[in-house]
């Protein structure tokens, strides 16, 4: 793993130093090299889990059907292993591994892969009240500066603001002082950044309700926002995994569950007091799954079905071999060669 950061992060950073004048052929050329780049580095985090013999199991919607379209995930968080679980469920998921769009902590940003995220067009949000307004509209430029112009097609983030273990007692306190339910598995979600990707990405109709059919920027042929992904991650007894471990592999071999629901953007209200309660609701729904799983070991059935469907997420050896030697062999030539 060691490595892996000190050959495959540089190269991949010198790699698009060296492709730069392919910018002025025309930035969507060096933008799509820049994410099959991309990938390949998460495939590297996803791989360092699954030798270490951590893996998933995935329920609910199948989000293959959508990774084509623009969509809005969702996500609860309870460490920083969550961001290495998705890095891996993605894999699999197609080209959208290749053009998303990440909402993490600003902590992230001064992590090994910060510059790696920093040079993809992924978002670093300052929490706290004292940030709050600044930081969202800054979340707002950097969508219409970053989003369309570098073709993306998912944007994942996290709507606590925070890991369940820091923000639950205060959340218990708000919900109890407003009439809200009492949740332990997560938290109340912050609806700020949510309604700023809404409004920033998706047109409106006036109904109220969101439409993914224009875009707003005029020149693209974007249809807007068409899914919102609500995902819930689950780890055996409530124990996490967090980054630390998921390099080191030092925890036994653990099976990680991660439940999908597909929502049309058109059943998303607009208006911000009914977009709170459907966010609301979205976590309340969170805290009965995560209810569900932790009593019997499995997520109950979606609507209409009489038995929950899993599905064993698996990579390849061979790929993730591939990639690994990809980037030493590559990644060491390019550097004697700059050296």
Known sequence: M???????????????LALQPLRALGSERFWYVEGVLFKWLLAMVASWGWWAGYTVVEWGDDVKAVSEDEAMVLVNHQATGDVCTLMMCLQDKGTVVRQMMWLMDHIFKYTNFGIVSLI??????RQGRAHRDQQLVLLKEHLEKYYRSRNRKWIVLFPEGGFL??????SQAFAKKNNLPFLKHVTLPRLGATQVILKTLVAQQENGTLAGGDAVIKE?????????IDTTIAYPK????DIQTWILGYRQPTVTHVHYRIFPIKDVPAEPEALTHWL?????????????????????????????IS?????????LVGIQSLAFLSGGAIQRRSA
């Open 165 to 170: 273990r820091k923000r639950r007692e205060t």
């Open 238 to 241: 409530g124990e996490p995994i």
């Open 220 to 228: 693209s042929k974007s249809k807007g926002l068409q899914w919102v």
């Open 280 to 308: 609301y609701q979205r976590f309340i729904e969170k805290e009965d799954l995560l209810t569900h799983f932790y009593e019997t070991g499995a997520f109950p059935p979606l609507q209409g079905q009489t038995k929950a």
């Open 120 to 125: 993809h067009g992924d978002f670093f949000i």
């Open 2 to 16: 060691v490595a892996n950061n000190l050959v495959a992060i540089p190269s991949y950073v010198l790699y698009l």
């Open 311 to 319: 599905r064993e997420m698996t990579l390849s050896n061979l790929w």
